[in-house]
C-alpha cells in the first residue's frame, strides 16, 4: 500500500495507509483528512489543491483538463497538482502533500 503523508502548517501532520489506484483526494476522503473538494472531485474547482513535497513520480500524470485548471490557481508551482484528479499508482511508495485549502 502506498503511505500517504497531509501537511497543512501546523495544522495537519497525518500519514495514511492509501489504496494504489485511488486518488488523493479519496485518500483524504476516506481518511477525514480536511482536504476542500467544492465540486466534488471532477476538475472544476481547483479547492482540492495540493503541492506535492515529495514522491511526485508515485503519482499518475497530469492530463490537459488537471493542467488548465491549476492555471488559474494563485500559488501554482510545479509541484501542484489537484488531489482529485492525482492517483495513487504504486503500491509501496511514499507520498507527501501540503494542503492548500482546508475543508473546515
Ligand atoms: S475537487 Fe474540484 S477540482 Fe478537485
Known amino acids: 500500500m502506498p503511505q500517504l503523508t497531509f501537511t497543512h502548517g501546523t495544522q495537519v501532520n497525518t ?3 492509501a489504496k494504489a489506484g485511488d486518488s488523493v483526494l479519496e485518500t483524504a476522503l476516506n481518511h477525514d ?3 476542500q473538494h467544492a465540486c466534488g472531485g471532477f476538475c472544476a474547482c481547483t479547492t482540492c489543491h495540493i503541492q506535492v513535497k515529495s ?3 508515485n503519482l499518475s500524470s ?3 483538463d488537471e493542467a488548465e485548471r491549476l492555471e488559474a490557481v ?3 508551482t510545479e509541484f ?3 488531489g482529485c484528479q492525482a492517483k495513487l499508482v504504486r503500491p509501496g511508495s511514499q ?3 501540503e494542503i492548500m ?3 473546515y
Open 15 to 17: 500519514t495514511v495507509a
Open 62 to 64: 497530469m492530463d490537459d
Open 74 to 76: 494563485d500559488g501554482r
Open 101 to 103: 485549502n482546508l475543508d
Open 95 to 97: 507520498i507527501s502533500v
Open 55 to 57: 514522491g511526485l513520480e
Open 80 to 82: 501542484s497538482r489537484l
Open 33 to 35: 483528512v480536511p482536504l
